[in-house]
């Protein structure tokens, strides 16, 4: 029997999801409770794609196989027990036997936290970037409109990448949500490249900044070189927020 | 010169505010921070008051002595480069000479949150108290308003406090406010007994629960018996909020 489950994960202490020699990872964890589950039976976990070092997820989606006949609850109440406090499983559904985590998606949400304050916000520290500089908002919305849309986004893709395809994604929703100090953006879109979503809210902070100007971004795109674009904000404003399927 | 200071800090990784022989306490760190900024002079530190472990403050108010004449911006920036990213001097200001962050002290406000729902929230799970229970938001409330005056509070003080004198506390304010599925208790007193607010919330949780009527305030506090009142709410829902001088 195959199941889907939502996953939630606090990235501040893990290496990223996927499973590495050194490091505590989001896999690794999800692996050892299942199998303990299964009474030492290896089960394997696939999710709808990695994420990095300090990125937290509210939406990860994963999928496994399983021989146990469960409850949504039970399943629910028995990870729990067996997961660390900074992993959670929201939602356990038995899924079609032919789901796949990663190659059914259709799209994805990334959201990402910025505190814009002179200080520091102390309990919101491992889920937001500080920044000091009061950033232009509508700078910054302006830029995020001509993200919207198909583009090549070469530009916004980190150089270790090992894509070797096609990089034209197809962005739905480009957003940036103000909540007094808290600026949020929402990206939707069909797929994102490695360290999109970073790279892109770094660009957005350099124009909220006032250091580049919110009509640059059409020539970044253009330029389809990673030099075009901004500094890679960091990982722990990011949150994968829901993965679509079809 | 005596300096008063704003600290805020994450109560989860210390055994609590005061100094004690074994484990990391806040105290520790705001004194050995500021004794090496002080070139290895020992500096020691005046707090409002303690907070137990788990515990978090936004307003604790310190005050200490110094020698060294700096402006609230360069104290601010000396002292977060050598304090722990859980602790956090929100504001510096030169008081009195004879300013006492304890004895100074008029009133105090604290809040405590729960969430309130049947899945934890991960990413406030250091921050909230987590009841799955749907809560009776009108019955504590009720129940808040009878908890409101000067009364003798002996039946929501621990009995390992070492206060001998009176326990006649007034109490400005009780309140509850809720945010979707966030609670928020606001206690603003001239003063607490220990473990107050944390039995105080306990009790009024068995409120919400339904397992007490918000009419038995009135004689827990005639009772004037700690067994009169519920259980101690857990630390890390706590904070202390603000500290008043008059």
């Known amino acids: 029997m195959r199941m889907k489950c939502r996953v939630e994960y606090d990235g501040t202490k893990f290496a990223g999801y996927q499973i590495q020699p050194n490091g505590r990872t989001v896999q690794e964890e999800l692996e050892n409770a299942l199998t303990k589950m299964h009474k030492g039976t290896t089960i394997k976990v696939t999710a709808s794609g990695r994420t990095d070092a300090g990125v937290h997820a509210k939406g990860q989606i994963i999928h496994f196989d399983t021989f146990l006949e469960l409850p949504e609850f039970n399943w629910k109440r028995a990870l729990s027990t067996l997961l660390p406090a900074d992993i959670q499983i929201a939602e356990v559904n038995e899924a079609e036997a032919d789901f796949h985590a990663r190659y059914d998606t259709s799209g994805k949400e990334y959201r990402y936290f910025i505190w814009n304050a002179v200080d520091p916000n102390l309990f919101r520290r491992n889920y937001t970037c500080h920044i000091r500089r009061k950033l232009d908002v509508a700078a910054m919305q302006q830029a ?7 583009h090549d986004f070469t530009s916004f893709c980190s150089t270790r990448t090992d894509i070797k395809g ?10 940036l ?21 970073r790279i892109l809210v770094g660009t957005l902070i350099e124009i909220g900044m006032g250091e580049r100007k919110p009509e640059v971004i059409p020539s970044m795109i253009e330029a389809e070189n990673r030099e075009a674009a901004g500094k890679t904000a960091p ?5 994968l927020w829901k993965v679509h399927y079809a």
Chains 1, 2 share one sequence.
Do not use: P
Not at 166 to 174: C, E, P
Not at 235 to 239: K, N, P, S, T
């Open 177 to 197: 949500i103000q909540d007094e100090e808290e600026l949020c953006f929402v990206f939707e879109g069909t797929g994102f490249l490695y360290n999109m979503v």
């Open 144 to 150: 995020c409109s001509y993200i919207k849309g198909e």
């Open 235 to 239: 990982a722990q404003g990011l949150f």
């Open 166 to 175: 096609s990089k034209v994604r197809t962005i739905t929703k480009a957003e």
